[in-house]
């Protein structure tokens, strides 16, 4: 989608292909709350002091889908710490920071030099999906690495690659059909398909493999896996050791620590 026709509300802080966000001036804000929250990450902490010297996410570039929060700001500035070029979405479009967003746009010495980021709270499910695009969208192709939660930008970069292969008989494509919120990535797919053919299946090879944090981006991308459509192997986060402790099976309501 061009920058023209990007659905950006006109009082939102808008710079074409580098950010889109509720305003810069929530900067000093989010970076307070992020000063916090690195008290309580100490584990992101030592990877910047251990790795930081040797750089080694060094030419990474990196894609991510997740709740854009103070947190997962802690999380993208340990990225480019380490040497990583990023570009975020928040994978909800409620649940954005806007002063978490600007903290990161701005970056640590507050002069914009930082991660590219396209989120903003109270998102329209045409934005939602416009940002996980431009979050996957870099000058000359897709990501090396994607960061996911849901599988929305995952799911997105396999559908893309399934249509150019299969057009409009894709699995994921016809699975797309069936409501207003599917009808909108099939435009969002088939525009780019447009615009650049062979974008999706370039990107989706390139790809070196996501990381996926949810059980329902776990479920959605094992079902792709059977097609197979799944081109790029998947960390599971969600079934991890760590994240059981801190979760239940169905991923929600009382865990190990409540």
């Known amino acids: 989608m061009s920058p023209a026709a990007a659905p950006v509300p006109a009082d939102l802080d808008y710079q074409p292909d580098r950010f889109a966000i509720r305003s ?25 002091a251990a790795l930081g010297p040797d750089q080694p996410l060094a030419g990474a570039r990196i894609s991510g889908c997740l709740h854009m929060t103070v947190q997962t700001a802690v999380l993208v500035e340990t990225l480019t710490a380490l040497g990583a070029e990023v570009r975020w979405a928040s994978c909800n479009i409620f649940s954005t920071q806007d002063e978490a967003a600007a903290a990161v746009v701005m970056g640590p010495a507050g002069d914009g030099a930082s991660a ?31 960061v996911d939660d849901g599988a929305d930008a995952s799911n997105l970069l396999l559908a893309g690659a399934e249509f150019e292969r299969l057009g409009k008989s894709a699995p994921s494509f016809i699975e797309l059909a069936g409501s207003a919120e599917g009808q909108l990535v099939q435009q969002l797919i088939i525009e780019r398909a ?65």
Request: net charge negative.
């Open 194 to 258: 447009e615009t650049q053919p062979g974008w999706w299946p370039k990107a989706a090879a390139h790809l070196g493999g996501a990381s996926e944090e949810t059980t329902t981006g776990v479920h959605r991308l094992a079902a792709g896996a059977a097609r197979p459509a799944l081109a790029f192997p998947v960390l599971d986060v969600n079934d991890a050791v760590s994240q059981s402790k801190c979760d239940n099976i169905d991923g929600s309501r009382r865990a190990l620590p409540e």
């Open 116 to 146: 590219a980021v396209f989120a903003w709270k109270g998102e329209s499910l045409e934005a939602y999906w416009w940002a996980v695009m431009a979050a996957l969208d870099w000058p000359d192709g897709g990501p090396d690495l994607i």
């Open 24 to 48: 810069r001036d929530l900067a000093p804000a989010g970076r307070h709350q992020m000063r916090l929250a690195e008290q309580q990450m100490p584990g992101l902490m030592s990877l910047r």
